[in-house]
């Protein structure tokens, strides 16, 4: 082996040395509908002021320490519960890593266990990776044929694994559909005092639904979001809420300075213009429910229901389709691979009428 090989295997852990990197494919001239981005940009006189404001911003400064605008701003367009504050993270991803380090506990005595991060699977790919890269078990616990909640297997791998974090999209990616809000209460509650319930609201505006305004009945609820689906993908944003006492602990574990000034005034000048981007997110879902017919119309595809910025389908070669679209120039994400409930299918971003209509075009070609 040369010496850098051999300082990599001195050095590198032999978990992260065994995976593959987080691929995202190179989308340069495709119409990319793989990752769940949305498609309009700010009006053109609102992005002139937002210009502005980012060219008087203090780059020679670091952030205000305790980004209390920011959180202001946040708790009061955003339907967080009178009496609750928020933690601020460089996206969800972030937190999400924050939760995981903060229960992943180091001294193992010989009662103490590794802690565990339950998810129901398929779930989104951060919730295991930020629990294995933070030394904590990731266990999955797969949902019905219909996406569903298994309640009875959640409460039993709850029982059996004593979870210090369960992580819970609502609505779930990559499938698309809302869990039973009372399988989650139930979740919840079976949690109680050992375990933390961290509701993900990643795709709330398309949702509408939401577990913001039940944080005061659960003592162990987190709520989770991020602006990225709403339109501010590139500014990497995320927050979340929860009792004042619980965030505190999450609050050592936060990087200082990991909202970086461009994007606390970016941000602050969006949740000013909230109605723009709520707008923009109506227009998303009536072309969702548009897309969602046209889709159910056609032979052998299967949609599922979604309360997301995307739609998961069932196609009869999930490869082929994705091999055909990729030379329309259409980027979508096959599923196939990642979870045996999700054979042959695929996800799509509901996008503008335009686009959405390439696809639809390019998939009937493909079937
Ligand atoms: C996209 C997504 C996120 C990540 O959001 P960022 O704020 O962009 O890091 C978190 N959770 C779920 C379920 C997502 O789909």
Same mark, same amino acid.
């Given at each position: 082996m040369s010496a850098i090989e051999n300082l990599i295997a001195n050095t590198i852990r032999e978990d992260v040395r065994n995976i593959a990197s987080y691929h995202v494919p190179d989308a ?6 793989d990752a ?24 020679? &400064? ?27 993270g460089n996206g969800s991803d972030e937190l999400i890593s924050i939760m995981a380090t903060a229960v992943a506990r180091q001294q193992l005595g010989?009662?103490m266990r590794r802690a565990v991060i339950m998810a129901?699977t398929p779930a989104f790919v951060m919730f295991s990776r930020s629990a294995q890269f933070a030394g904590a078990d990731f266990v999955g616990v797969p ?18 694994h004593?979870p210090a974090l369960v992580f819970?999209a609502?609505?779930?990616n990559p ?23 961290v509701?993900d ?23 989770? &979001? ?10 990497r944003?995320g ?14 574990v936060r990087p200082?300075?990991n ?60 490869d ?5 679209? &990729? ?6 994400k096959n599923l196939s691979k990642m979870d045996k409930?999700l ?25």
């Amino acid at each position: 082996m040369s010496a850098i090989e051999n300082l990599i295997a001195n050095t590198i852990r032999e978990d992260v040395r065994n995976i593959a990197s987080y691929h995202v494919p190179d989308a340069s001239g495709y119409i990319k509908l793989d990752a769940m981005e949305n498609p309009y940009q700010l009006p053109d006189a609102l992005r002139a002021e937002l210009g502005q404001r980012l060219a008087d911003a203090a780059l020679n &400064r670091y952030p205000v320490a305790s980004y209390a605008t920011l959180k202001q701003k946040i708790c009061a367009g955003l339907g967080v519960p009178a009496g609750y504050d928020v933690l601020l993270g460089n996206g969800s991803d972030e937190l999400i890593s924050i939760m995981a380090t903060a229960v992943a506990r180091q001294q193992l005595g010989a009662e103490m266990r590794r802690a565990v991060i339950m998810a129901p699977t398929p779930a989104f790919v951060m919730f295991s990776r930020s629990a294995q890269f933070a030394g904590a078990d990731f266990v999955g616990v797969p949902v019905k044929a219909d996406f569903s909640l298994d309640l009875p297997a959640m409460l039993a791998a709850i029982e059996q694994h004593k979870p210090a974090l369960v992580f819970l999209a609502y609505p779930n990616n990559p499938t698309g559909n809302l869990f039973d809000a009372d399988d989650m209460v139930a979740i919840i509650r079976a949690l109680g005092e050992t375990g933390i319930a961290v509701v993900d609201e990643a795709y709330q505006p398309f949702a509408k639904k939401s577990f913001m305004g039940r944080l005061p009945e659960f003592p162990n609820l987190v709520v989770m &979001r991020t602006l990225s689906k709403l339109g501010l993908a590139g500014i990497r944003l995320g927050y979340l809420s929860g009792d004042a006492k619980l965030l505190e602990q999450f609050e050592k574990v936060r990087p200082p300075y990991n909202v970086n000034v461009l994007t606390q005034v970016a941000a602050e000048f969006a949740l000013d213009h909230l109605e723009v981007l709520d707008s923009q997110a109506e227009m998303l879902n009536a072309e969702r429910a548009r897309l969602a017919a046209e889709l159910a119309a056609l032979p052998g595809v299967e949609v599922f229901p979604s309360a997301a910025n995307f739609i998961s389908l069932r196609v009869p070669d999930a490869d082929k389709v994705c091999a055909q679209l &990729r030379s329309e120039k259409v980027l979508i994400k096959n599923l196939s691979k990642m979870d045996k409930v999700l054979a042959n299918c695929i996800r799509v971003t509901v996008s503008t009428p335009e686009e959405n209509t390439a696809f639809l075009t390019a998939l009937k070609a493909s079937l």
